[in-house]
């Protein structure tokens, strides 16, 4: 069941965004020595606005389970999958919702722009789990494979909070 909040509510979020730099809204998240502010407790926010019932999409390559040293390069390119290839594709007949989700796209992109300053070397294993998930993704109706992405939006967001200790 999808839950719609009113234009204004999702306003209210996006208000709510242009005040992220707040410490006690942040997390930074470490990952191989790398780190970046995110603002997870927004992010949930956006998302539950947008989510939808979908299969997993993301959860059975196990993103959880990164090999050591790689969470950073892991990190980096799922929000490139999901900047370039989820929320690009993304839509939805709601205005509220695509506020939503271009909230979400912006906050990714604004992680991935501080992420670039770090150095992260990718092994052979993390770049297969990825194009795993791509794979899977190109498999489906693009409009298809946007929503089920989406859906898996919140075991995403909860793997990033393990991942960061309040600032």
């Known amino acids: 069941m999808k839950m719609?909040?009113?234009?204004?509510?999702?306003?209210?979020?996006?208000?709510?965004?242009?005040?992220?730099?707040r410490p006690a809204e942040s997390r930074t998240l470490h990952m191989d020595g790398c780190s970046a502010n995110v603002h997870l407790h927004e992010l949930h926010r956006y998302f539950s606005e947008?989510?939808?019932?979908?299969?997993?999409?993301?959860?059975?390559h196990r993103h959880t389970h990164t090999h050591e040293g790689q969470t950073c390069c892991f990190v980096r390119l799922l929000l490139r999958f999901y900047v370039e290839r989820v929320f690009s594709n993304y839509e939805s007949s709601q205005p509220s919702q695509q506020r939503c989700s271009s909230a979400l796209a912006n906050a990714f992109v604004s992680i991935r722009r501080e992420m670039h300053k770090c150095h992260c070397h990718c092994g052979e294993?993390?770049?297969?789990?990825?194009?795993?998930?791509?794979a899977s993704f190109d498999k489906l109706q693009i409009q298809q494979a946007a929503q089920k992405a989406v859906g898996e939006l919140g075991t995403v967001l909860d793997w990033l909070e393990g991942l960061g200790s309040k600032s």
């Open 125 to 134: 294993e993390t770049q297969r789990t990825i194009d795993s998930v791509l």
């Open 4 to 21: 719609l909040l009113s234009s204004s509510v999702c306003a209210m979020l996006l208000l709510l965004l242009g005040f992220l730099n």
């Open 50 to 60: 947008i989510k939808s019932d979908a299969v997993s999409l993301i959860k059975k």
